[in-house]
């Protein structure tokens, strides 16, 4: 059984009342949403639920706004990829926001960079992630709010990788990690659990990545064959 969409473990009481209750749709509860996004960007943890919450508060109360919350949303739910999550933080945002010609210093063009780096992380182009998150000082203040952002984002593409691969090259690793050396081995067996064997990483089997053999099975009743065959020689009335 899979895990509810809106359940997150870390959630105080006080926000679980507030999602739970009528204050959820209260535009003085923004402030409170705000000091929550503030402290998943602290602590690590992360709420899609809350999150979204707080940008269709921002939807009916646009005078609300708080650009520097509505981009940490966004950088949180980057390090949760492949998730959907971050296209569901887009739909909820002002159509202004997402214009493909955004002024300069806006909100909008915060959000188209980020949405860059957002297509690199599901068309699995790390080594273009690292090399953009590196080619504009906007992108460090984006993600200076997020403790131990670029750590995270190793983590969630090791995961991605564990539930595709077996095995694969050092040096290709390195380059989607961004890390090398005695750091690349380091994060590799102590926080993966992954082998380093000459050129090679090795990755344990799991469920997702494991081989296995599938047997398709047809279950088609006699009765539906051959209501079929009968349509099939039908004249239309």
Sequence with gaps: MGVPFDYAPERPEHIDAVLNGLDRYNPETTTTFQDYVAAQCENQTYDCYANLALLKLYQFNPHLNRDETITNILVKALTVFPSPDFSLCLSLLQPHVLSPQPSANSLAEAVQKLTVLHTQLNSASYADFWATLDSDDLYADLTADVQGFEELMRVRMAVVV???????????????????????????????????????VVIPLNKENEARSSVVRENVKFDQFSRMIRRAYEQPA
Excluded: T
């Design 162 to 200: 564990s539930q595709s691969m077996q095995s694969i090259d050092r040096k290709v690793l390195e380059q989607w990690l961004n890390v090398a050396g005695d750091k690349f081995e380091s994060f590799v067996k102590e926080v993966c659990g992954w082998r380093v064997e000459g050129e090679k």
